[in-house]
């Protein structure tokens, strides 16, 4: 067993398509990323390369490269799976965790998970997704930002 952690963080602007796990969700506000900005797979592909020793998610895609501006984080969290692949790893169970104060995502998170299973090539039942806000507390609280935390257990 290896086992991996991931944390991410970006700011919320104005106007814009926000996506988490995967899932266009309606609001106000969008997240400011070179890609996409899905803050929940950029801190479970960090997860992954952490379980995995291979770095972090900014080595494997500089925000200098403009290969991955405006990238669906999907694509990124997939290219993750096959490097972890080549090395015979496999996700045993994935823990994620959202925080933000808005928009309600409780509706969305099985949505998130589905996608997510299909893109680590395992069962939706060895993943879960979980949303919390922090009582008005902080940036995320402040709703100046979203983040997001990721605990994977791989199998070698
Ligand atoms: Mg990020």
Known sequence: MRIGQGFDAHALQEGG???LGGVEIVHTHSLIAHSD???????LCDALLGA???GDI???FPDSDAAFGGIDSRELLRKVMAQLDTRGLT???ADLTLVA???KLAPHVDNMRDNIAQDLQVDAARVNVKATTTEHLGFTGRKEGIAAFAVVLLDE
């Open 17 to 19: 398509t926000l996506i």
């Open 37 to 43: 900005g899905d803050v929940l797979l950029h801190a």
């Open 52 to 54: 995995a020793s291979l």
């Open 58 to 60: 900014g080595r494997h």
């Open 91 to 93: 996700v045993s169970s």
């Open 101 to 103: 104060q808005e928009p």
